[in-house]
């Protein structure tokens, strides 16, 4: 067979294996096959060496034919095998715009949040103001100024958390602090009026510290509520008035409240407040221990020293103060026997709410 007819079998049966490629990969194949450095034509195309001089330009020419024909036919086919792939894969990853999206959780309030705005919502209505003040506190506005003797068992570093001074700035970095986090929200209220002459009507939300051990119903760290009311004329009338109409918007109109003699250093007198169980309607349970009532807050009549100590005339104003855990209102409110609950994370709790 001449080397001519060499070239025109390998021309057939090139394009006949570029026509069968089915995909990119194949056509590579077959490309390399024939076009390559050692493919089929460039085999063919080292005889040229070999032929007669006359029979050279010819041979010459026919290779060249041959070699156009192969790439045109690769090129076309390599063209049409991408458009066919960018179609599948087009079609593998369409999108139906008419399929409703995916719905995403919606987040809301964590429920101690959402009690703390309910229980400021109520007192704004009231005409209360908000009050804010530092979480790390002095001894003075915590114990001192609230009327709370030295030797209160408060004081002790078995219920509240010092802070100790360790920058090496002052020599006595052992002695006992004066600087600690706040118990409760109080110090608030002792700022306020050291600054704000009566009438006082402030709230003061915030976080609070003591040295608890994490149980069904303690927190080392929880969310207080404590009010001051002071101006002219306040009796402890005013109190059992403004709390009884706090319970009810908080629980609802039909439980009752009762008020128990307590004591505080900064209130007196004191009470503590107890509402009606929501569970047995007051008639006695499990949850309630039989009594029909819950413990929900303390509360008093503000101590003539303390009025003394933030400079108001106590012969001329009284009035009183009180103050709630929202923790607990959460758990009295919604039946929750652990505290803890409302910390852990779990969002098939949190969820409920």
């Not at 060496?49 to 192969?70: F, M, T």
């Not at 959780?105 to 009050?131: C, K, M, N, T, W």
């Amino acid at each position: 067979m001449s080397i001519t007819d060499q070239l025109v079998s390998l021309r057939d049966e090139g394009l006949a294996a570029i026509a069968g490629a089915s995909d990119l990969a194949t056509l590579d194949v077959v490309r390399v096959t024939y076009l390559g450095k050692k493919g089929s034509l460039t085999g063919i195309l080292r005889g040229l060496g070999g032929l007669a001089a006359e029979e050279r330009p010819a041979a010459g020419k026919v290779s060249n034919d041959v070699r156009v024909a192969l790439e045109a036919a690769l090129e076309e086919r390599r063209a049409l095998l991408a458009a066919s792939a960018l179609e599948a894969r087009i079609g593998a990853e369409a999108i139906d715009v008419t399929l409703p999206g995916r719905s995403r959780p919606v987040g809301s309030r964590h429920l101690i949040e959402q009690i703390r705005a309910e229980v400021v919502d109520i007192f704004l209505g009231l005409g209360y103001r908000i009050a804010e003040g530092p979480e790390v506190e002095l001894d003075y506005y915590n114990f001192t100024a609230l009327n709370t003797p030295p030797d209160h068992p408060a004081r002790s570093l078995q219920d509240t958390f010092y802070v100790r001074d360790l920058s090496g700035e002052t020599a006595a970095v052992d002695s006992e602090s004066d600087v600690l986090l706040r118990t409760h929200t109080s110090p608030v209220q002792v700022r306020v009026m050291e600054h704000q002459k009566p009438p006082i009507y402030v709230l003061a939300p915030g976080k609070v510290y003591r040295r608890d051990i994490a149980d069904p119903s303690h927190l080392p760290q929880f969310t207080q509520i404590e009010g001051l009311v002071v101006d002219e004329g306040i009796t402890f009338g005013d109190l059992k008035g403004t709390l009884d109409h706090v319970c009810k918007a908080i629980f609802g109109p039909d439980r009752r409240t009762r008020f128990r003699p307590h004591f505080f250093p900064f209130t007196e007198p004191s009470a503590e407040v107890d509402v009606s169980c929501g569970i047995c309607g007051g008639e006695g349970c499990r949850f309630c221990k039989g009594t029909g009532w819950l413990e929900i807050l303390g509360c008093g009549m503000v101590d003539p020293n303390v009025f003394g100590y933030a400079g108001i005339d106590s012969e001329k104003y009284s009035g009183f103060a009180f103050g709630m855990g929202v923790e607990r209102i959460a758990a009295l409110k919604y039946n929750i026997p652990d505290l803890r609950m409302l910390l852990e994370g779990d969002m098939r709790f949190l969820r409920q709410f």
